[in-house]
């Protein structure tokens, strides 16, 4: 229903130039246009509805606020007829063009609606003019409602009581919340993937606020899922002509997977996965969960998954890649940080310059390879330094031309087991050689009641450090008339039949021998041998129970040859029944520093890495780091 009114007032003392008249006439001319353009407008939609364009009927009305009933009009208009009044009764164009440039104003009742409308005709906001006003009687518990305009009704009041008007509010309430849950998953679906919100009732009293905050869980999914379904299918000629098979038909499958969900529990909680099944590296999918609490919460930050250590003091360094939980704790003015995870990945540099890698590394002091490399003689430790004293080139002793033989011997899980011929060495193809031996630490060393100047009366027996430090780099060559043993002593200690008691005669304490079965090693295979600074490198670190022993020959610079041990000696028989070997015993079972064979253990060798080192291009750098203070390259 819509009423027009087009007024036109002209003052009666205006006097018109003849310079305005062109313009008035523009004016003119321009009104004509617009209401002939309204005009078609209406004309067209009441055609369409089988109507009159102009209403046949105008009434008005006075809103009740005394208790008396509306008369005529109003007294139809009542609970009976409400359903007729609140319902819409929009017809659509029958033509595209007609919806797309002409859309039709929704047709409305001539009484006031009892709830306020989301829609109006040709979807025009209303001014300020238009006034709506819903009266109460509370005498009898009735609404009036109307709607005005400059103080005069629009539209035929319209009176209810309390249990209709409550009900079609609630209605009216239900429609308005589905559709902005509807306008939410509209936008939500503009975004892409798939959104989860939840209210989550109780109010700010609830558990769920006092833990998460803000009573609301929002959630967005995003990813996809690539699935590859297929078979394989092979012939081979010489196959088929042997078992008659044709061939062999194999499932041949594909998955890959794209997922990434992030969201908020509350105002607290933080989720962000990304996880993709594509990624070269564990650590690049992304797990995260955060937890942050208010200022006044005991519990400030709570982080799980991939996780970040950063610490004030320069003597606990952090930590990048973790994956784990770590807490950030407050009590009163304390603070507590805590963190319990893996690290998955470590930051390293790779510069190539002329062609060749450049690869910095920082080790520290006690990360030594332990256990792994062994001096044959205590001569050649105390020589050590000596003989590395001219950074250009070795110094060898001038008594030693070089060492010609080793053999090495290990007393393992193999060696217990008597593995013989046909083992190899891890289960190659090969024989391995397991004897029976008793070592002896003090083989071919001063020992007790020696006439070495300086040297201790115990010799090497006295600890491997105290006899070091007497006799300094003058420490003589290992020769077989330097030790305690005589000719018929080591044949007594050969003999598996005899009992000697090597403590009692010989003043051998725990660590300083061991009679076991050894297998012996292979050079090259398992070890190298430095043979002119006499020591060796196991390919493989030593556990605490196994047991290594050598036997050698060298040649003096005289041309003579000393052998130490049984070298060449060793049978595949394994039986405890047939004679022993004798050996140099290196390193005990479960060593301590107590024991004379400590020393010949080396701790000083670093492995830093890489292939191909050159020595032009190998540049070392010496830090020393004061707690508390930065590094430096001088001592204090």
């Known amino acids: 229903?819509?009423?027009?009114?087009?007024?036109?007032?002209?003052?009666?003392?205006?006097?018109?130039?003849?310079?305005?008249?062109?313009?008035?006439?523009?004016?003119?001319?321009?009104?004509?246009?617009?209401?002939?353009?309204?005009?078609?407008?209406?004309?067209?939609?009441?055609?369409?509805?089988?109507?009159?364009?102009?209403?046949?009927?105008?009434?008005?009305?006075?809103?009740?606020?005394?208790?008396?009933?509306?008369?005529?009009?109003?007294?139809?208009?009542?609970?009976?007829?409400?359903?007729?009044?609140a319902s819409d009764t929009t017809e659509t164009d029958t033509t595209r063009r007609a919806r797309l440039y002409f859309p039709a104003p929704r047709r409305e009742g001539i009484g006031a609606p009892l709830v306020d409308r989301n829609t109006r005709p040709y979807q025009f906001d209303l001014g300020a003019y238009w006034r709506r006003e819903v009266l109460l009687d509370s005498t009898d518990f009735r609404y009036t409602v109307t709607e005005q305009v400059a103080g005069q009704d629009v539209r035929v009041p319209v009176e209810t009581d309390l249990p209709t008007y409550r009900d079609l509010r609630l209605r009216s309430s239900v429609t308005e919340g589905f559709r902005e849950l509807a306008a939410r998953r509209s936008q939500q679906r503009r975004r892409g993937g798939l959104g989860i919100t939840i209210d989550i009732p109780g109010g700010s009293q609830s558990t769920f606020s006092t833990i998460f905050g803000k009573n609301e869980v929002d959630l967005r999914v995003n990813g996809q899922a690539n699935i590859d379904l297929g078979f394989d299918y092979q012939t081979n000629e010489l196959d088929q002509a042997v078992t008659g098979r044709s061939g062999s038909l194999n499932p041949d499958f594909g998955q890959e997977l794209s997922l990434g969900i992030t969201g908020t529990i509350g105002d607290k909680l933080r989720i962000n996965v990304n996880y993709d099944t594509q990624n070269q590296f564990d650590f690049e999918n992304q797990v995260s969960l955060v937890y942050e609490g208010y200022a006044d919460d005991i519990i400030q930050r709570v982080e799980a998954g991939n996780v970040f250590l950063q610490t004030p003091s320069e003597l606990i360094r952090g930590g990048q890649r973790l994956f784990g939980l770590r807490t950030d704790l407050q009590f009163g003015g304390l603070n507590v940080t805590a963190v319990a995870s893996q690290q998955d990945a470590e930051s390293d540099a790779l510069v190539i310059e002329g062609g060749s890698q450049t690869t910095t590394f920082d080790i520290q002091p006690y990360e030594y390879e332990n256990n792994t490399h062994f001096f044959l003689a205590y001569h050649f430790y105390n020589w050590w330094d000596r003989g590395h004293s001219n950074p250009t080139s070795r110094t060898i002793n001038a008594d030693l031309q070089r060492i010609t033989g080793v053999e090495v011997w290990l007393h393992d899980n193999a060696a217990i087991n008597g593995t013989t011929a046909g083992g190899g060495v891890g289960g190659a193809p090969g024989a391995e050689t397991i004897s029976y031996a008793t070592a002896l630490v003090d083989l071919a060393e001063p020992g007790p009641g020696n006439t070495i100047l300086n040297a201790p009366q115990e010799g090497v027996l006295a600890g491997g450090e105290a006899y070091l430090a007497a006799l300094g780099s003058g420490a003589p060559l290992p020769d077989s008339t330097l030790d305690?043993?005589?000719?018929?002593?080591?044949?007594?200690?050969?003999?598996?039949?005899?009992?000697?008691?090597?403590?009692?005669?010989?003043?051998?304490?725990?660590?300083?021998?061991?009679?076991?079965?050894?297998?012996?090693?292979?050079?090259?295979?398992?070890?190298?041998?430095?043979?002119?600074?006499?020591?060796?490198?196991?390919?493989?670190?030593?556990?605490?129970?196994?047991?290594?022993?050598?036997?050698?020959?060298?040649?003096?610079?005289?041309?003579?040859?000393?052998?130490?041990?049984?070298?060449?000696?060793?049978?595949?028989?394994?039986?405890?029944?047939?004679?022993?070997?004798?050996?140099?015993?290196?390193?005990?079972?479960?060593?301590?520093?107590?024991?004379?064979?400590?020393?010949?253990?080396?701790?000083?060798?670093?492995?830093?890495?890489?292939?191909?080192?050159?020595?032009?291009?190998?540049?070392?750098?010496?830090?020393?780091?004061?707690?508390?203070?930065?590094?430096?390259?001088t001592l204090p």
Request: glycine letters at 8%; a negative charge.
């Open 1 to 85: 229903m819509l009423a027009g009114v087009c007024c036109v007032a002209v003052p009666r003392s205006v006097r018109v130039s003849p310079a305005s008249e062109p313009l008035r006439l523009l004016a003119l001319l321009g009104s004509v246009a617009v209401l002939g353009f309204l005009w078609l407008v209406l004309h067209a939609h009441s055609a369409a509805a089988n109507e009159a364009p102009w209403p046949r009927v105008f009434t008005t009305a006075v809103a009740d606020t005394d208790s008396v009933a509306v008369p005529n009009v109003a007294d139809s208009l009542r609970a009976d007829s409400l359903g007729a009044l």
């Open 484 to 633: 305690q043993y005589s000719t018929q002593e080591l044949a007594l200690l050969r003999d598996s039949s005899s009992t000697v008691n090597l403590e009692a005669d010989f003043g051998l304490g725990q660590g300083d021998s061991e009679t076991r079965a050894f297998r012996k090693l292979e050079e090259g295979v398992d070890y190298t041998l430095d043979e002119y600074l006499g020591y060796v490198s196991l390919r493989r670190a030593l556990t605490e129970n196994e047991v290594i022993a050598v036997s050698y020959q060298y040649l003096r610079a005289d041309g003579s040859v000393v052998t130490v041990g049984d070298f060449g000696q060793g049978s595949t028989s394994g039986s405890t029944n047939g004679d022993r070997i004798i050996l140099k015993l290196l390193r005990g079972n479960t060593p301590t520093p107590s024991d004379a064979s400590w020393a010949l253990t080396m701790r000083n060798i670093y492995r830093v890495g890489g292939r191909s080192l050159q020595a032009d291009a190998f540049e070392l750098n010496l830090f020393y780091e004061p707690n508390g203070s930065t590094p430096q390259t």
